[in-house]
């Protein structure tokens, strides 16, 4: 059974550019999640998508948005790209949204520099 | 502010001891707890689920969850060097946004 697949797994980029990252769940699960990872701050929620709906929203501006697909494949978007965007992106699959406690499976992440 | 506090270590048991990882959240208002673990350079993975008072075993590794006392927390026996990693906590929240929130994690070094 495949996992969670993210491309690309690495992106450079340059301050005012935007960039979209794409997150294949896991084959029958309608749920995906995405996360920023960083040193300082740990595992920071953006967004989560079930049936093509945003359910939630972490606190980050609104350079970073998301979508899904009826496929529930899911692409995030960051426009006009600052230094402090450079992090791991990380996308998660369940099976439910969060609110029914499934765990999450994660992808390896897309690495995202900016210079 | 719903948040999830763990201690970051690093944490440095021998090899074949019993590794204690603890966690501790915010608000009562939870409702699933997991364990994560993370390898260097990795993305995490899911060890362990809990939901309810108690324990609960899966191999060498016991969650434990206390909801009176917020505190979730994740035993490793006969450690191994293969267990270094970092742990993460997460926890959903049962109103709200019910979204996954995720301690900073701990560092689990075990010494061969």
Known sequence: ?115 | QKEVEQNSGPLSVPEGAIASLNCTYSDRVSQSFFWYRQYSGKSPELIMSIYSNGDKEDGRFTAQLNKASQYVSLLIRDSQPSDSATYLCAVTWRAGSYQLTFGKGTKLSVIP
């Not at chain 1, 896991?26 to 960083?38: K, P």
């Not at chain 1, 920071?44 to 049936?51: A, C, D, V």
């Not at chain 1, 995030?76 to 790209?81: A, C, G, I, Q, R």
């Not at chain 1, 992090?87 to 900016?114: D, H, I, M, N, Q």
Request: hydrophobic share 25%.
């Open chain 1, 1 to 115: 059974k495949a996992g969670v697949t993210q491309t690309p797994r690495y992106l450079i980029k340059t301050r005012g550019q935007q960039v979209t990252l794409s997150c294949s769940p896991i084959s029958g699960h309608r749920s995906v999640s995405w996360y920023q990872q960083t040193p300082g701050q740990g595992l920071q929620f953006l967004f989560e998508y079930f049936s093509e709906t945003q359910r939630n929203k972490g606190n980050f501006p609104g350079r970073f948005s998301g979508r899904q697909f009826s496929n529930s494949r899911s692409e995030m978007n960051v426009s006009t790209l600052e230094l402090g965007d450079s992090a791991l992106y990380l996308c998660a699959s369940s099976p439910a949204p969060s609110k029914e406690g499934y765990g999450y499976t994660f992808g390896s992440g897309t690495r995202l520099t900016v210079v």
